[in-house]
């Protein structure tokens, strides 16, 4: 996941430096996301992969909740990337979901780097990272 994250954002362009850190488990994200602002990074990509077992989104819903209080702490963006297990029907399925996802994320992440305003232009749009975008509310208006 991590390499899909850093080969699409070096397509996007430069002006930032990758610096990596690799934790044992999805609970490990919100402190590798706080070694890595300690070093001096601006926005951290935390990547991971949820089982499909009960105590695996227990663990990956623990896992959210520390990377927003390290977002919260520090006043930096943690992209949180995470794809569940039972998302796809088989690995090849799996593997394609991973990349996809990191990728639309890096982009996120580029964007709220250097493209402010593509951030800005997506929103309310329904967006989803993976999948098929959701596409923007439409209301009848009486």
């Not at 402190?31 to 105590?55: E, H, P, Y």
């Not at 964007?111 to 923007?136: H, M, N, S, V």
Request: net charge neutral.
């Amino acid at each position: 996941m991590a390499a899909s994250a850093v080969h699409e954002l070096r397509k996007l362009g430069g002006g930032f430096k990758v610096e990596r850190y690799t934790v044992p488990g999805i609970k490990d994200l919100a402190a590798g996301s706080r070694i890595l602002f300690d070093r001096g990074c601006d926005l951290v990509i935390a990547v991971g992969m949820v089982g499909q077992q009960t105590v695996d989104k227990d663990c990956a819903l623990a896992a959210d909740f520390g990377l927003q209080l390290v977002q919260a702490q520090v006043g930096r963006h943690v992209i949180g990337v995470m794809v569940h297990e039972e998302e796809a029907p088989d690995d090849e399925k799996l593997a394609w979901l991973f990349d996809r996802r990191t990728r639309e994320h890096a982009v996120n992440a580029y964007d709220l780097l250097f493209r402010p305003e593509a951030i800005r232009a997506r929103a309310g749009t329904g967006q989803r990272e993976g999948y098929a975008d959701a596409g923007p509310l439409r209301v009848k208006v009486p």
